[in-house]
């Protein structure tokens, strides 16, 4: 019995892995055997999950054989996640709800304001039905923001303090991947899913080198190239890229080269192979690789 229950964590416990979006993270892992907390792997389904349907599932299931505290916080998670998302679709007062999209090639400028969430579906199929030249390059890989906003009635004066309220993601195919209650920020922060890159104090095995050619993904889903220019990796941080779409790398102008990094949480970095690159992008990584060994970051 207890050997069983013991192949049903490690079964589940490589389930849990294979959430993590970085194919060189999870190798890592593997060769490594690294040993992950139960609160680790809590959050890493919580902030990894592919949609809010997969997020409860495996929640509840990992609820089953964690230890009381941990299975409390893994249903209590699941059960919000639901509750935010079902007031989400409700407006009782009057709320209107924000529509942007986000097509392969970047945000795509507009917004679109609906009076309730079933509009909110149906306008996203009118945009692909007027613009379909804006997802055919990358079938699949068009997302959705909406914002739940409030509307002044001349009763509910206190919202002149809020600019929204709820704030929802939806993937390519209108499913919700995460949802945030605004109001609830202040009051507990571990029940908020602000942005996709957030998982609270997990440590992740170092699988990366200073000057590494990487590809990730950025805070508005989209794939990037960039060099690592980072030598340590410290538990529960970002790792610093610069993107070769920065104009720092694309210029070959590196003196404000600060200004260009962004910070990404480790399952949303790869390693990238040089083959993968223009010639364009060849050129700016290895001229940007060299400065970096004559002028290392720090």
Request: glycine fraction near 4%.
């Given at each position: ?20 979006p ?18 680790d ?17 495996m ?13 409390e916080h ?25 529509l ?21 579906l ?112 410290g538990?529960?941080?970002g ?8 104009n720092?790398a694309?210029?070959?102008s590196y003196?404000?080269?600060?200004e ?39």
């Open positions: 019995m207890h050997e069983n229950i013991r192949k049903g964590d490690i079964i589940m416990t490589d389930e849990i892995i294979r959430l993590l970085s194919k060189s993270l999870r190798d890592k892992i593997r060769e490594t055997e690294y040993a992950f907390s139960e609160e792997l809590l959050y890493i389904i919580y902030a990894y999950a592919p949609s809010n349907e997969k997020r409860t599932e929640l509840f299931r990992f609820a089953e054989t964690a230890s009381p505290e941990i299975a893994a249903r209590s998670f699941a059960e919000w996640d639901k509750a935010v998302f079902d007031t989400f679709r409700k407006n009782p007062n009057g709320e209107i709800y924000e942007c999209v986000f097509t392969p090639g970047g945000f795509e400028g507009n917004s679109y304001y609906c009076s309730s969430y079933p509009a909110v149906e306008r996203i199929d009118i945009f692909h039905k007027e613009y379909p030249y804006k997802i055919s390059q990358v079938p699949g890989k068009a997302k959705y923001k909406i914002t739940k906003l409030p509307v002044f009635n001349g009763r509910n004066t206190d919202v002149v303090y809020y600019y929204s309220i709820d704030l929802c993601y939806l993937d390519a195919d209108k499913n919700p991947v995460y949802v945030c209650d605004d109001s609830i920020i202040y009051k507990n922060d571990r029940y908020c899913r602000i942005a996709p890159h957030h998982v609270h104090h997990t440590h992740f095995p170092c699988f990366l080198g200073y000057g590494d050619l990487v590809k990730y993904t950025d805070n508005n889903f989209f794939e990037r190239y960039g060099v690592c220019l980072q030598k340590h990796q538990p529960d941080c790792i610093r890229v610069l993107s070769l779409d920065s720092c694309a210029f070959h003196e404000r080269l600060i260009d990094i962004d910070l990404i949480l480790p399952p949303y970095v790869d390693a990238a192979s040089t083959d993968e690159l223009d010639e364009e992008k060849l050129e700016d990584y290895l001229k940007l690789k060299e400065y970096l060994k004559d002028h290392p970051y720090t």
